[in-house]
């Protein structure tokens, strides 16, 4: 059984992720490997953005005159990649650079959003419940990747991502407000809550420039004549990083406190605390169930359902057709209403979607790859 030295990034994570981490090398170890396939290079260039609030065109802008909610829950997600594999039969190698971030909105909290900033006006008296939370990391690294044959038509994966992270932000905001149309005031109760590698408050200490994660994934797929089955999970693990600033917040419009002469006083609350410690939490998994149709030699429907954590399903369908030297995909994302198409060509790669055309998409795709047997 071989042992592989951890990274440096790994080291610096706590004990119990070093554990696991060890767990996972013997497993890679003394499994059975997949064998014969030949060594194969390829590179891959990906993004994958979405919005449901704002055209991704407005994204970067303080007007909020296009924003608009889209149902009871609201979805906004970067996921770039850049990766260079090297595949030498069961193992595959790859070096990595990620950018990650997802919001998810409430129907309140956007239209309490459009009100505040002057969109729209509440002619009556209005009660909102805001809700909202961000995740998100850039980070570079190494990822190890082992497949298995468990049994006939069973495939089985194992992969362990060790990132040096240069960015880590999550920031969560919730509770009610009010209006009083007669008054033209309101009435809130929030909590704030955040973590940001770039924040800045009073008697602030150094920190650490750059944190560390370690990142778990797992699959397993059985393909029959005509039909087939799949199950994954990707980045269960852990981010840390040395020193992060934290700020709670807490921001009340209808608090009471008594003077010194005893009457009771009303006056808003604003409060806030201020830490930093060396911070570690589990990463948001993602998991996602896939399923094919083999309905001929050369053709196959493809059906998949990602589970994105704080928000729900995404469903997808596509069909693959294949041709001599050439394969074809045409795609259909739900949620996105996003259409894709794909091509595979001699080892090129190319996939590219959109919901509309112009400065008014919400949602796009395009990734770019080559694959080489050396």
């Known amino acids: 059984m071989k042992h592989c030295p951890p990274t440096p990034e790994a080291a610096r994570v706590p004990s119990r992720t070093g554990r696991w981490s ?7 170890g003394v499994a059975p490997a997949v064998h014969g396939a030949s060594p194969q290079w390829q590179f891959q260039l990906q993004t994958d953005r979405h919005s449901d609030p704002l055209p991704l065109a407005d994204l970067e802008k303080d007007d909020f005159e296009r924003l608009q909610e889209r149902g009871r829950r609201n979805l906004a997600y970067v996921d770039d990649e850049a990766r260079l594999s090297r595949a030498d039969g069961a193992w595959t190698w790859s070096l990595l650079a990620r950018s990650r971030a997802t919001l998810t909105v ?3 909290a956007i239209s309490l959003l ?13 009660q909102w419940h805001t809700e909202a939370r961000l995740r998100g990391f850039n980070g570079a690294g190494l990822e190890l990747k082992r497949a298995f044959e468990p049994a006939p038509a069973w495939r089985a994966h194992l992969s362990l991502q060790a990132l040096r992270l240069a960015r880590w932000r999550e920031r969560s905001i919730e509770g009610p407000v009010q209006f009083d149309a007669a008054r033209d005031s309101y009435r809130f109760d929030l909590r704030s809550s955040e973590l940001n590698d770039r924040l800045s408050f009073p008697f602030q200490r150094e920190h650490a420039p750059h944190g560390a ?3 778990f994934g797992a699959g ?3 393909q ?7 199950a994954s999970v990707r980045d269960a693990g852990w981010l840390h990083w040395q020193g992060m600033p934290r700020q709670e917040f807490t921001l009340a419009s209808d608090t009471q406190a008594i003077d ?3 009457f009771v006083v009303y006056k808003p609350l604003l409060q806030g605390r201020n830490r930093q410690d060396g911070l570690t939490a589990h990463a948001p998994l993602r998991w996602k169930l896939s399923g094919n149709w083999q309905a001929s030699p050369d053709s196959t429907l493809n059906a998949s359902i990602d589970a994105l954590p704080g928000f729900g399903a995404l469903p997808a369908v596509s069909w693959q057709q294949r041709w001599p030297f050439l394969r074809t995909e045409l795609g259909w994302r739900f949620h996105e209403r996003r259409a894709t198409f794909g091509v595979n060509w001699h080892g ?6 959109t919901d509309r055309l112009g400065s008014g998409a919400h949602s796009r795709t395009l990734s770019l790859g080559y694959a080489a047997v050396l």
């Open 220 to 222: 397993v797929s059985w």
């Open 106 to 108: 409430n129907r309140d």
């Open 213 to 215: 994660g370690l990142l």
């Open 260 to 262: 010194a002469d005893g």
């Open 22 to 28: 060890w767990i996972c090398w013997m497993v890679l």
């Open 114 to 126: 459009k009100h505040g900033s002057g969109h729209t006006r509440a002619e009556a008296d209005t």
């Open 348 to 353: 090129w790669q190319l996939k590219l979607g």
């Open 224 to 230: 029959g004549e005509r039909f087939g089955l799949a």
